[in-house]
Every structure is written in structure tokens, then in C-alpha cells.
Nanobody
């Protein structure tokens, strides 16, 4: 079993920054694809960013140039640095582990509002 624990969400003004963290339990973190997804009220969950084992990344068009995903295999942690936040970034953000199957964290709320 894999457990994922997210942290770092909160309330921020437009234009501000937040950094989300997700710590994973279990083995094989270094070969898992790790991702961040988000779900806004009334909308489907969508991919924000993902990072595969060789460090290659993939971003949603809506966050390119503003968000950066990274990982530290020694700490079994994946990060999402979010800059220039917009009200439309408001959502619950979920950490995802993909290796043979999917695991999800409990989610962390990000609210962008003045």
C-alpha cells in the first residue's frame, strides 16, 4: 500500500505563490510517475503536472510557465511550485502515484482570492 500526504495549500491573493508538497510512503517511489491533479467545484479532475522517473515533465497548457513540478527521490517527495496564481487556479489539489496502479492523496485546498 502507498500513502500520499499533501501539504502547502491555503489562501493566497492573485499573483501570489504557493508550494505544495506530497510525501509518499512505501517503496519504489523513484520509479513511479508522480503527478498533481486538481478538481474545482462542479468540474472534473484534471491533470496539472506530472514528472516521470527520468525527470521529464508534462504540464497542462493553463499552467505552463507558472507552475513547476519537481521530485526528491531521497525524501520520497514531489513538489508543485505555483507562481502567478489566478482565481481560476482555485481547486482541491491531489497528489497521484502511478506505478502498476494509481494511488491518491486526500487533497489540499488552494484558494486564490483577493
Amino acid at each position: 500500500q502507498v500513502q500520499l500526504v499533501e501539504s502547502g495549500g491555503g489562501l493566497v491573493q492573485p499573483g501570489g505563490s504557493l508550494r505544495l508538497s506530497c510525501i509518499a510512503s512505501g517503496n519504489f517511489f523513484s520509479i513511479a510517475t508522480m503527478g498533481w491533479y486538481r478538481q474545482a467545484p462542479g468540474k472534473q479532475r484534471e491533470l496539472v503536472a506530472e514528472i516521470i522517473t527520468d525527470g521529464k515533465t508534462n504540464y497542462a497548457d493553463s499552467v505552463k510557465g507558472r507552475f513547476t513540478i519537481s521530485r526528491d527521490n531521497s525524501k520520497r517527495t514531489v513538489y508543485l511550485q505555483m507562481n502567478s496564481l489566478k482565481p481560476e487556479d482555485t481547486a482541491v489539489y491531489y497528489c497521484n502515484w502511478r506505478l502498476w496502479t494509481d494511488y491518491w492523496g486526500q487533497g489540499t485546498q488552494v484558494t486564490v482570492s483577493s
